[in-house]
């Protein structure tokens, strides 16, 4: 297990490596640059255009750029954010929980929802309730997230105003009791969350579903059947243990996908976590910003697919090298 | 007495043994399974208006605006059969022409990206050994920038992408699930008998990946390129709705819905309308991918 981790670790740290390399070209590669004035027509003064690039270090040769910024990144060091004035470190770690605590309630809420809704339809695989399920699952999936955030946006703000439309916190939250600021907190993160709680409780409860449909027939599901276990327990004790795996390598490998859908969320929410900082820095030009964000995606999709392995190891010792 | 290369003898073989090409399988499939037949037809008839419309109406009367004040936000009517825009533009119009613009997008780069993917996983996964490992760990680190970041950082780097750039971006960014899934199955393909005896009899390298492996991987790729249809539908539509994709005055589905949002709750047809569109197409493309998937047995895809 050891060994296993070992060389995960060390491939997640090759990935984030090229990664890194791969935002820095990508930057690089495209024209003008954060001091060439914006495209809209604003123009910057070239004497201090030229100023602020080798202050930036931007003038100098690119290898030498690239060595530098992979030297900095070895100690943690990302530069300074050019919109902020401040190291994008810190830009990125005010960004972070938020965007976290939003992916994580999503993930846990579309984890236990889309297990259950899957492990239902299969219990009574074939009946209407089955086909119903199914095919509003079909249709969530294919929903884009930021027509059902906007969605949510106009039931649960405009028509039935019941919940707050952005942000993280009520203006007053500073004034409310402790209870009271939990729940401020809680009611400012539905929305987002449920917006991408409901597409990935689709998705999972059709994988699930599935996976489900898969063990079924297999020996030790007969051989419960046998021993006169009842249906639902057969399907809720035996069949769905086995089921989990590729769910939970489902739920890991989609990570990508909800830090995407994130973006367009906290777009719709103004939810001021990592998806409205790059889609800011990207627009200002802020090289380091962006290739910072790149990368923190990056890391903490690597992170996910590590636990993910580690978790799938440990439940199931067939994975586990020798 | 002719003589007949035996590697020929032994491809002819093969095309009696699998005398129904993918394709031939894909679409009798379609046609057993109801909902994935749904789709097919409503995806043919969205599809036809696209490519007819144009050629009955002017190209730029989607862009047309006849009078500016009088005509503006009016409801759904006879002459405006979905009501008319912010800009006094006709709705059903736009949405006609954003029908173009999405579904060529969205079938062009899919095009892209299932094509440079089968070609870099078929390398990779042929190569083998290092050249192989080195590849797939590319496409890790690809994989591992979430796409949506990938998009707009480049969407904003290069500003004002042109239709062809957004394409390109599109299936640039799109191609890298395809390459892994093509690697897996030609790796395992190429330790098969099958290959062997060509190869003993003389095969060269090319032939062996183009005509015994290659044919093995369409139906999954033809799978996942369906699934990705959907997606970029959807991808493209969010970017436009950031003010990152489809420029305007060009009309796409994202940047039409996105025209509505400013004075949504009153003028609800143009968001509905749009949004319609764009919920029942990527509809109807799920359901034909999953009846593909079904009927191609193409299970090792996770679904969407």
Known sequence: MRRFLARRLAHGAAVIVIAASLSFALVHLAPGDPFSGSPDGFAIDPETARIRRSEYGLDRPLLQQYLAFMGHLAVGDLGRSIRHGRPVSAVLADALPHTVLLMGTALLLSFAGGVTLGAWQAARRGSRADRVAGTTSLVVVSLPEFWLGLVLLLVFVYKVPILPGGGVVDLMHDSLSPAGKLLDRARHLALPSLTLALLGTATIARYQRAALLDVLPQDFVRTARAKGVAERWVIYRHALRNALLPTIVLAGLSLPTLLGGAVFVEQVFSWPGMGSEAAAAFSARDYPLVVGAALLGAVMVVIGSLITDVLHAAVDPRVRPR | ?304
Not at chain 2, 132 to 156: E, F, G, N, Q, Y
Not at chain 2, 170 to 194: K, N, P, Y
């Open chain 2, 1 to 304: 007495m002719t003589t007949v290369r035996l590697d020929q003898l032994e491809v002819r073989e093969g095309v009696a043994i699998g005398s129904s090409s993918p394709w031939q399988t894909a679409l009798r499939a379609l046609a057993r399974d109801r909902s994935a037949l749904v789709g097919a037809i409503v995806i043919a008839i969205i599809a036809m208006v696209a490519i007819v419309t144009p050629l009955v109406f002017p190209d730029d009367y989607c862009i047309a605006q006849p009078d500016i004040i009088g005509l503006k936000n009016i409801p759904p009517s006879f002459t405006h059969p979905l009501g008319t825009d912010k800009f006094s533009r006709d709705v059903l119009a736009r949405l006609i022409c954003g029908a173009r613009v999405s579904l060529s997008i969205a079938f062009l780069s899919v095009l892209v990206a299932a094509t440079v993917g089968t070609v870099y996983g078929a390398i990779a996964g042929y190569l083998g050994g290092i050249a192989d490992s080195l590849l797939m760990r590319l496409v890790d680190a690809l994989l591992a920038i979430p796409r949506v970041l990938l998009l707009i950082a480049v969407a904003t780097l290069w500003n004002r992408l042109e239709i062809t750039g957004l394409i390109l971006l599109l299936g640039l960014t799109g191609w890298f699930g395809v390459s892994r899934l093509v690697r897996t199955l030609v790796a395992s393909a190429r330790h098969d008998e099958f290959v062997a005896a060509a190869r003993a009899l003389g095969a060269s390298d090319l032939r062996i990946l183009g005509q015994h492996i290659l044919p093995r991987v369409v139906s999954p790729v033809l799978v996942a390129a369906t699934l990705g249809i959907g997606n970029v539908i959807v991808i493209e539509a969010g970017l436009t709705y950031l003010g990152m994709g489809v420029q305007p005055p060009r009309a796409s589905w994202g940047s039409i819905f996105y025209d509505g949002v400013e004075y949504f709750p009153s003028v609800w047809w143009v968001c509905v309308f749009a949004g319609a569109a764009l919920v029942v197409t990527v509809l109807a493309v799920n359901l034909v991918a999953d009846g593909l998937r079904e009927a191609l047995d193409a299970r090792q895809l996770p679904p969407r």
